[in-house]
């Protein structure tokens, strides 16, 4: 009767969780309950195979919970622990960043005040064995990696290191840590007075980050803010909140939320924030949710900014955890979220989970990421900013106020295939592997390698050459001249942005591949060309 304890207790505790249960809906969950725990008594007892109650629990609170929306989900223990970690901003182990490179772990790069930078494990260095695992020449995995080298803080794991240029192998004793995730990826100038900032997550310790990056950008000069939030999946409802408050000024709305069991509860705007001044935009894409849209649409309902990019993702639905008493929980949906104008932009799953999950294909078959006009705008769907009293609309994501089509053209075959293989990465680990010593020595800085780095006719071609030999009679890899009149400024482009990432910092990535983000480059013209102003928003009354 444990498992059937277990049950009992779930339904409990999700019961304990609201403020408040109408009888008829109380008597009708007890119902159910018994219901269901009748069954599993009668498997237990009577089935004709033995049968893992676990399992089958599981299960079922799965599929029960897909009836509901595509956004309540159950997650086991284990599944709970490392989907929490993005969130909590942190994770625990030794700190590397690593690659499978040859057969063995390749360290990429040390994080920065982790423990095995303050060791001098350094950038290029190779683990070969870790306690009394080999892990070079064995066909070591990723989840290898990660079973060997996670684990609580304050525990010990010893790891022994081949380096270019030692003969003997290097042992070190690594003591475990906190080690941080960060969600500010990528801060810098892109003119002498436009600053960047691309958050790829809305975590405990993004607005730590946020306005560390807001400071050092304001003392370089910053006039304008363009904040990146393409492929941003979302996160914590306060960071949004709070992310918000650093954009408006006064006691503005921020959002609301509501629910069956919730009634509706306003958030505004609370203290000074770091860029209440200034002309802002924000870049959306299809990959920009929940969180992301949160901060959009206050944004854009009170007038501040531009959204530039394309629709983003559509969730206005707001989950908060239930555990169950074993470790694992759900997150179920309890309130939808509403910007200051009024707007859910959640968009439908009348359809169930797999129609809602790929919808972000149909788009691009609709020839939505090309331009809007395939987006039918209902009367019904129709909102006004609260300033300016501009048109916006609900109901499936934040449409930008400008849109930028995705750019295809450097999109050739051979391209397609370098993407979807990642070669382009792979090479330029070798690369950089091969040439480490070289490219510091010539570059000493990452301002220098950014703006003085070029590959030469002759490493373009080894490439090519190298990336032909990655193919295989059943496929084949040809990089034509065709190919390379499209797509050789964008491989090239990418080629750079890796290697500056593998040599240096992973946000120097972003300084390089900016030339390659399209909605980056239209917003960089939007503000020097007058289209920002012609808009007619209200930026100069946050003061």
């Avoid at 860029?275 to 959306?284: A, C, H, S, V």
């Avoid at 908060?320 to 949906?333: C, E, F, K, N």
């Amino acid at each position: 009767m444990k498992n059937l304890n277990y049950l009992y207790l779930a339904f409990a505790l999700s019961f304990a969780f609201f403020p408040f249960t109408p009888a008829s809906a109380q008597t009708t969950a007890k119902q159910a309950s018994t219901k269901f725990a009748t069954l599993l008594n009668m498997l237990d007892r009577l089935y004709v195979d033995s049968v893992d109650m676990e399992v089958l629990v599981e299960a079922a609170i799965v599929h029960m919970l897909e009836e509901l929306d595509p956004h309540s989900v159950y997650f086991s223990a284990d599944d709970l622990k490392e989907a929490n970690e993005p969130l909590d901003g942190s994770f625990e182990g030794v700190g590397v960043q690593f690659n499978i490179f040859k057969d063995t772990i390749m360290v990429v790069s040390p994080i920065a005040g982790g423990p095995s930078e303050r060791l001098g494990i350094r950038a290029g260095d190779r683990i070969v064995q870790v306690e009394e695992e080999y892990v070079a020449g064995v066909g070591v995995t990723t989840k290898d990696v990660i079973r060997l080298l996670k684990g609580p803080k304050g525990s010990m794991v010893k790891v022994f290191i081949k380096r270019d240029g030692e003969n003997k192998i290097l042992e070190f004793n690594i003591e475990r840590d906190k080690i941080p995730i960060y969600s500010v990826i990528a801060a810098h100038m892109v003119t002498p007075t436009i600053g960047y900032i691309k958050v790829s997550r809305f975590a405990k310790t993004t607005m730590e980050e946020l306005r560390i990056a807001l400071e050092d950008l304001n003392k370089a000069g910053m006039k304008d803010l363009i904040l990146d939030l393409q492929g941003n999946g979302g996160g914590m409802l306060t960071t949004a909140i709070n992310m918000s408050d650093e954009f408006l000024s006064d006691d503005k709305l921020i959002v609301y939320t509501e629910g069956r069991a919730f009634p509706r509860e306003n958030t505004y705007a609370s203290y000074e924030g770091l860029f209440e001044k200034g002309r802002l935009i924000i870049l959306m894409d299809g990959g920009s949710a929940s969180a992301s849209e949160i901060v959009a649409g206050a944004v854009q309902d009170w007038d501040r900014g531009l959204i530039v990019g394309r629709r983003s993702f559509g969730k206005g639905l707001v989950q908060r955890p239930i555990r169950l008493g074993d470790g694992s929980a759900v997150r179920m949906t309890v309130q939808k979220y509403y910007t200051p104008a009024g707007r859910c932009i959640q968009k439908s799953y009348d359809d169930g989970i797999e129609s809602y999950r790929n919808e972000k294909y149909e788009r691009y078959e609709k020839g939505e990421l090309l331009s809007l006009d395939s987006l039918e705008l209902h009367d019904s769907l129709k909102y006004y900013t609260r300033i300016k009293h501009r048109t916006v609309y609900g109901g499936g994501g934040i449409l930008p106020d400008i849109f930028v089509p995705i750019d295809t053209t450097a999109n050739s075959p051979a391209f397609r295939i370098l993407l979807r293989k990642g070669l382009m990465s792979r090479y330029a680990l070798e690369f950089v592997d091969e040439n480490r010593s070289k490219i510091l020595e010539a570059y000493p800085t990452e301002d220098n390698f950014v703006m003085d780095f070029k590959m030469s006719d002759n490493e373009i071609a080894n490439f090519r050459n190298w990336a032909e030999g990655e193919g295989t009679e059943e496929d084949p890899i040809t990089i034509s001249e065709e190919d390379w009149a499209i797509s050789g400024e964008a491989i090239t482009l990418r080629l750079k942005a890796f290697i500056g990432r593998n040599a240096y910092e992973p946000s120097t990535f972003y300084r390089i591949i900016g030339g390659l983000n399209e909605s980056l480059q239209e917003a960089i013209k939007i503000l020097n060309d007058g289209r920002f102003e012609s808009n007619k928003l209200a930026y100069r009354t946050f003061k």
